[in-house]
């Protein structure tokens, strides 16, 4: 069990990290299936998974989990700079899962934009920016496989940072 | 354990926090897609005579963008892949396939007590906020600045989507054809779409799209989107006729006017695959768009609930603080 007050995993926590979990499946599951690939290998003839073969659904989905994935990350960046900015500092990982995120909130902000009526931007701008978003999704997925797998979490208190050191 | 948070401390990172919110609320300046400069299409269906030039026409000027498939094609797995190939029934014209953009639909309707076959040139109808563009994964469907949409053969992997997203279900599927072949032809992809791209070569030439050149009876007339939104109007109130395409699917670039109400075409032609209904579509992107203001909110709605937090432990840690001042 940790110790670490700061690192301690309360139940509020663990209900976040949940939440979150769950919000990131939401987002690619109906990320992916933007391709059309869940019919194409069956996987939205399991019992419960039609949707993933609607696009409209899919679409519409994605668009909810990005206003929850925009709060979420606004609030946790916003708790950060406020309150744990002296405390807690990212770890490498957290670094470069930060990083990812921001270009794809970037990338999918501006998808977002070009799907609006009257919005135009030239094809190949679009082409760059639907294959950063996949890219940067798929790298974003196994970056968080790799904390998951090799426990390394996304930050760390400052003074177990400086005792380890 | 409480930490404790100094006046200054807190002015320091409220600001912080604010520039995080400004920083991801707004959205970068796009470029606003002018009306005047999106092409619209005129088709006042009380002048076609179903002679067929502009189908004719659409196939010679296009021959060099159709498919040609690469024989045998590469088995496809899962098995429920099916193979759509149309190279040996390129003469099909009575409906859309990859080999024919535009066809004659016909409707046997009663105009003035009197039995009539009027007849209507289908294709694409080129969305103002199309749906295929839009949802393509790859970017292969594009819209171009003069509302254009069209398919980059290219680069199209040929799955599909446009279709199922599209209202009218206009693409069309050549099989063995693109860039797929070049990937994983039997696990991904399956040939390419195709569809009318309004000869958007000759438009940019300065030319006119094959249909409307060929076209005798002068059917279709083209311009920018507002002039023949009011022509469409203008006719139908000198002709008692009805419009369709201005509102369809959030608006569209291809303007029909007819002397019978739509309802009624709709009854009498021929739907099905490749032959597009003219019943009413409501704004497939609509939906999803309305949760764009949810998520300029949201940023702000998560400031504010760490703000929140922030000040409820600033003034608990000033209070425990307060006697010793």
């Known amino acids: 069990m940790n110790k670490d007050p700061l690192n301690r995993i309360t139940p509020k926590k663990r209900t976040f990290q949940y939440g979150y979990a769950a919000l990131i499946l939401l987002l690619a599951l109906s990320g992916f299936g933007q391709m059309p690939i869940f019919k194409r290998y069956y996987i939205a003839d399991i019992p419960g998974l039609g949707w993933l073969a609607k696009f409209y659904v899919t679409h519409y989905l994605h668009y909810l989990g990005a206003v929850l994935l925009i709060g979420a990350a606004a609030y946790v960046l916003a708790d950060f700079l406020l309150s744990r900015r002296k405390t807690l500092q990212l770890t490498p990982t957290g670094i470069v899962l930060s990083a990812l995120l921001g270009g794809i909130l970037l990338t999918g902000a501006f998808l977002v934009l070009r799907n609006l009526p009257g919005f135009w931007f030239p094809p190949g701008m679009i082409i760059v920016m639907d294959l950063s978003h996949l890219i940067g999704v798929m790298l974003f997925l196994m970056a968080t496989l790799y904390g998951i797998l090799f426990k390394k979490s996304w930050t760390i208190a400052v003074h177990t940072h400086m005792e380890k050191e | ?64 963008k159709k498919p040609d498939p690469r024989k045998p094609f590469p088995k496809m797995y899962p098995p429920r892949v099916k193979v759509e190939d149309w190279s040996d029934k390129k003469d099909v014209s009575d409906r859309l396939t990859p080999y024919n953009w535009l066809f004659i639909q016909s409707a046997a309707v009663e105009i003035d007590g009197k039995e009539k076959t009027l007849t209507i040139p289908r294709r694409c109808m080129h969305c103002a906020n199309p749906p295929c563009v839009k949802l393509c994964p790859w970017g ?178 000033k209070e425990e603080g307060a006697p010793n001042e």
């Open chain 2, 1 to 64: 354990m409480v930490p404790s948070i100094s006046r200054r401390a807190f002015i320091k990172g409220g600001l912080a926090a604010a520039g995080t919110v400004a920083a991801s609320g707004v959205p970068a300046r796009a470029a606003r897609l002018d009306e005047r400069r999106q092409l619209a299409t005129l088709l006042d269906i009380s002048k076609c005579v179903g002679c067929e030039a502009c189908v004719e026409a659409c196939r010679e000027v296009n021959e060099e």
């Open chain 2, 140 to 317: 292969a469907a594009q819209q171009l600045e003069n509302g254009i949409s069209r398919i980059d053969a290219d680069i199209c992997l040929g799955g599909s989507k446009c279709k199922a997203v599209c209202p009218w279900s206009i693409p069309q599927r050549q099989t063995g054809t693109g860039l797929y072949l070049d990937l994983l032809p039997s696990l991904a992809g399956n040939g390419v779409m195709y569809k009318c791209d309004r000869c958007y070569d000759r438009v940019a030439d300065g030319e006119l799209p094959a249909c409307i050149e060929a076209c005798p009876e002068g059917v279709q007339t083209i311009g920018p989107r507002p002039e023949i939104i009011k022509k469409a109007h203008q006719l139908a109130k000198e002709t008692g006729g009805y419009i369709y395409g201005e509102t369809e699917n959030g608006g569209t670039n291809t303007i029909y006017v007819s002397p019978v109400p739509f309802e009624t075409l709709n009854r009498q032609i021929e739907k099905g695959s490749g032959r597009p209904h003219l019943g009413s579509v409501a704004a497939t992107m609509e939906q999803a768009d309305k949760l764009v203001t949810a998520m300029l909110i949201a940023p702000f709605a998560g400031a504010i609930a760490a703000v929140g937090k922030y000040y409820k432990l600033f003034k608990s840690t």
